[in-house]
Nanobody
Framework: QVQLVESGGGLVQPGGSLRLSCAAS????????MSWYRQAPGKERELVAQ????????RLADSVKGRFIISRDNAKNMVYLQMNSLKPEDTAVYYC???????????WGQGTQVTVSS
């Protein structure tokens, strides 16, 4: 069974850091580009970060550039999102996504809550 399981969310003060993890299973992880999305209350889901299947290239949303880092470990079937200098506007449910370019195949995790508040 295909699974993407996010973890690492929680409550953090502004300026703090969190590292989100996504554990993948049930598919050929190394063949998929991975992304982190987030959705805040009353807002649509937005793309936060992407990493290529081999980990050689990454892209970040303008709102998180300089603060977040996406990485992956294909040997462990894991993708990470290191979040630094967190702001209240980063508060959202964060979702892990897998996508294989050229295929109609995408997978989603269940999400993990990140709350940035003093």
């Amino acid at each position: 069974q295909v699974q993407l399981v996010e973890s690492g969310g929680g409550l953090v003060q502004p300026g703090g850091s969190l590292r989100l993890s996504c554990a993948a299973s049930g598919f050929t992880f190394a063949s998929y580009a991975m992304s982190w999305y987030r959705q805040a209350p009353g807002k649509e889901r937005e793309l936060v970060a992407q990493i290529s299947s081999g980990g050689g290239s990454t892209r970040l949303a303008d709102s998180v550039k300089g603060r977040f880092i996406i990485s992956r470990d294909n040997a462990k079937n894991m993708v990470y999102l290191q979040m630094n200098s967190l702001k209240p506007e980063d508060t959202a449910v964060y979702y892990c996504n897998a996508l294989r370019s050229g295929y109609f195949t995408t997978y989603w995790g269940q999400g993990t809550q990140v709350t940035v508040s003093s």
